[in-house]
């Protein structure tokens, strides 16, 4: 059974850090693409990060690049979300979900994607 569990939300202030981890259990990780997708209330899920299966190409939400870091860990079976600089704006629930995708992650909605974590509160606030 294909399963994934992210861990590591929070509460945090302006200014913090946050690590997001998806690990997955069932299958293996390498081969899938994986996103990291955020909902805040009222508003649609959003795409933050994902990174492909054919190559490990990344791709960033405009309003994180350069504070949100995307990795995997193919041994621990395990993608990660390093979160910097986080602001009020970035709040909201973090969800992983895994697919395989024939093109390059950036070119993929959340809906298309089929296997999901749970997901995992995000909250920054002062």
């Known amino acids: 059974q294909l399963q994934l569990v992210e861990s590591g939300g929070g509460l945090v202030q302006p200014g913090g850090s946050l690590r997001l981890s998806c690990e997955a259990s069932?299958?293996?990780?390498?081969?899938?693409?994986i996103g990291w997708f955020r909902q805040a209330p009222g508003k649609e899920r959003e795409g933050v990060a994902c990174?492909?299966?054919?190559?490990?190409?990344?791709y960033y939400l405009d309003s994180v690049k350069g504070r949100f870091t995307i990795s995997r860990d193919k041994a621990k079976n395990t993608v990660t979300l390093q979160m910097v600089s986080l602001k009020p704006e970035d709040t909201g629930v973090y969800y992983c979900?895994?697919?395989?995708?024939?093109?390059?992650?950036?070119?993929?909605?959340?809906?298309?994607?089929?296997?999901w974590g749970q997901g995992t509160q995000v909250t920054v606030s002062s």
């Open positions: 069932g299958f293996r990780l390498g081969y899938y693409a």
């Open positions: 990174i492909s299966g054919s190559d490990s190409s990344t």
């Open positions: 979900a895994a697919e395989h995708l024939a093109l390059s992650c950036r070119n993929y909605k959340y809906y298309e994607y089929g296997n």
